[in-house]
């Protein structure tokens, strides 16, 4: 039991020694890191059923008593949130073996990725809040590697501003953890859920304000977002896609971790704030997505757009919201991965990103245009797919308590998003080829694609048609919170 | 003593804050170094700074007295070393920026913005302009 609770960093981790070690060797990295993230996806599997068993995978380190020693606690949402990571894993590095903008095959590449996964592992099975601070930065420099590796002027130039505005996150983050210690002599969330209830109102407030302001910074909330539109696009597409999924949504678990369970209940102020940068989150994404043609950069506005449903189901602080937060998030996980990595199958097939200088491409690949609506449309929140259901239950929540405007604000982000969506689709599918003598490239090798984004699509249709036991799992997750 | 440091703390964050807004990239840099140690400061402090006792239990007794508090030192290297990390690669990425972009000035670097001369509406041209960035040639 207390060796499957460390596999989230141990197997990525030991995947990242083996892969550096043979990296003068393609085949035998590629085929362990397979391996590894097979092995990784097996140990998630299982922590999900014991964390569903209500028998989660916890221990502390060196055998300390709880408030001591560094604590791994994998209950529903953070087995959940691995088993997730996991799935992202397998699929981009499925991904990278076909053609579609693989980016330079760089020796260090695989290890910088199963870096990256053991990082977002650690991040969701950790009950420590310097720990927690410690994952954040192995999930930074991890990223930082990946985003130099290609060493195009772009590309560096977005590695820059990723780090600056990133490592002040980082920064405020420590200096928050700090101060957080100061005043009640604890990490342990256990433990600091107990001292928070004995804390000054106005200090706790001022803390929480401080530690949720860096994870908002890592979340790519309003008004910090900067970061995620000015570098995202100059990645290779899997690992785009793996960041899409992955990074951000690390910041909004922690946000939901802290507010939502360890300094549950949150001052009303904070909750109240929180719900309103929520708003202004995904307004601001889907108008900034809007005005751009590079299927990156609006896909990548979109990531910060659907943040803001996320943070809106935070901030409603009930069982409901909480659940409807899990719930979201897997959800939109596979869906974001998923369209940036259709997109780059466009781009393979077509020859750009930009939506002006593509199209004509249902008529030659049908099944593509399909595809794709797959996850557009459950992004938007068309029924009956997943992204309908996690509206749904975030909207019934918000009406239910009265948040008419945070409601209002999200319906016609989901009409803005809708327009995106459709955009996309009429541009690169729909329209004639802006070349008259644009043809299909002949020597394409999309198998890889394909399988890694009809599998994720399965994964939202089966989502959309039997929404049944995810929702049960994400209330009884929600359930544990909190107590 | 308590008065020192906070004070310290304070000068260390301006100093930091100023360099880290800096337009000149390599004192941005710094400044985040800066920033970084005034961090550690405050992990540092959040200790208590009353007691000079070593944490160290002395024989015969099972509990520790009066000591320091030994946890915020844990945390302090800790942090020390993965912004050391940092610290290095971001001086190295500096240099490769310098080089390549040959500027050294935050608001010349536009390289991974939307192309100037890109007319983002009405759509381009999509013949007589190449809108793409980068330029496909560099993709391959």
Redesign the interface.
């Known amino acids: 039991m207390s060796a499957l609770v460390v596999t989230p960093v141990l197997v990525p981790l030991a995947t990242v020694v083996l892969t550096t070690l043979t990296n003068r060797r393609p085949a035998l990295q590629q085929a362990l890191s397979l391996a590894g993230v097979l092995a990784f996806l097996a140990c998630a599997v299982a922590l999900v059923f014991l964390a569903a068993a209500d028998q989660p995978a916890r221990t502390a380190f060196g055998s300390w008593v709880a408030p001591y020693g560094i604590e791994f606690h994998l209950d529903r949402i953070g087995a959940s949130l691995v088993l997730i990571t996991a799935l992202m894993g397998t699929a981009s590095l499925l991904f990278l073996a076909s053609d579609a903008?693989p980016g330079p095959r760089h020796p260090l590449l695989l290890p910088l990725v199963h870096g990256v996964l053991a990082g977002v592992g650690g991040a969701f099975s950790t009950a420590d809040l310097?720990n927690l601070y410690?994952w954040f930065?192995v999930m930074?420099?991890c990223a930082?590697g990946l985003f130099?590796l290609g060493?195009?002027?772009?590309?560096?130039?977005?590695?820059?501003?990723y780090?600056?505005l990133n490592?002040?996150g980082t920064?405020l983050l420590?200096?928050a953890?700090?101060?957080i210690?100061?005043a009640t002599g604890h990490l342990n969330f256990g433990a600091l859920s107990a001292a928070a209830s004995g804390m000054p109102p106005a200090l706790a407030t001022v803390l929480l304000a401080a530690l949720l302001l860096a994870f908002l910074i890592k979340a790519g909330s309003f008004p910090v977002y900067a970061w995620l539109p000015?570098?995202y696009?100059?990645l290779p597409a899997p690992i785009l896609a793996l960041f899409a999924g992955l990074l951000t949504k690390v910041g909004v678990y922690a946000v939901l971790r802290i507010v939502g369970d360890v300094f549950a209940p949150a001052p009303g102020i904070i909750m109240e704030a929180l719900g309103w940068i929520a708003a202004a989150t995904m307004m601001l994404g889907v108008l900034g997505a809007a005005?751009?043609?590079?299927m990156r950069?609006i896909l990548a506005f979109h990531i910060v757009s659907q943040i803001g449903y996320i943070l809106l189901a935070v901030a409603l602080a009930s069982e409901a919201g909480n659940a409807a937060t899990l719930f979201y998030t897997l959800h939109h996980i596979i869906v974001k991965a998923n369209l940036f990595l259709i997109a780059a199958m466009i781009w393979r097939l077509t020859?750009?990103?930009?939506l002006?200088?593509i199209g004509g491409l249902y008529k030659l690949r049908p099944l593509l245009g399909v595809l794709f609506l797959v996850p557009a449309l459950s992004l938007v929140g068309i029924p009956p797919l997943s992204g309908f259901w996690a509206k749904l239950i975030v909207l019934q929540e918000a009406l239910a308590q009265g948040r008419y405007a945070w409601t209002a604000v999200a319906l016609a982000v989901s009409v803005l998003t809708l327009y995106s969506m459709v955009k996309i689709w009429m541009q690169a599918f729909w329209k004639t080829h802006?070349?008259t003598k644009w043809q299909l490239p002949s020597n394409t090798r999309l198998g890889p694609a394909w399988a890694a984004t009809l599998g994720l699509a399965a994964l939202t249709l089966t989502i959309s048609i039997n929404p049944e036991p995810l929702l049960d799992y994400a209330q009884a997750a929600a359930r544990m919170l909190g107590g | 003593m308590t008065a020192v440091i906070a004070l310290t703390i304070f000068f260390t964050v301006t100093a930091g804050l100023y360099l880290a807004l800096s337009r000149d990239l390599f004192r941005c840099v710094i400044g985040l170094a800066v920033l970084g140690a005034a961090a550690n400061l405050v992990l540092f402090a959040a200790g208590r700074l009353d007691s000079p006792l070593p944490a160290v239990v002395p024989s015969g007794d099972s509990i520790l007295g009066d000591a320091a508090n030994p946890l915020p030192q844990a945390l302090v290297l800790t942090a020390i070393v993965i912004g050391f990390a940092l610290l290095c690669f971001s001086l190295v990425l500096l240099l490769r920026l310098m080089r390549d972009a040959r500027t050294d000035d935050s608001v010349a670097l536009r390289h991974a913005e939307p192309r100037p001369d890109d007319p983002v509406k009405p759509p381009a041209n999509a013949t007589d302009c190449d809108v793409t960035w980068p330029p496909r040639e560099e993709q391959k």
């Not at chain 1, 060493?151 to 501003?161: H, Y």
């Not at chain 1, 005005?291 to 590079?294: K, P, R, T």
């Not at chain 1, 020859?351 to 930009?354: M, V």
């Open positions: 903008d310097f410690v930065e930074l420099i930082l130099a060493g195009r002027l772009d590309q560096l130039d977005a590695t820059f501003k780090l600056v490592l002040l920064l420590l200096i953890v700090g101060a210690y100061g000015a570098s696009h100059t005005y751009h043609w590079d950069r020859g750009s990103y930009d002006r200088r802006p070349d």
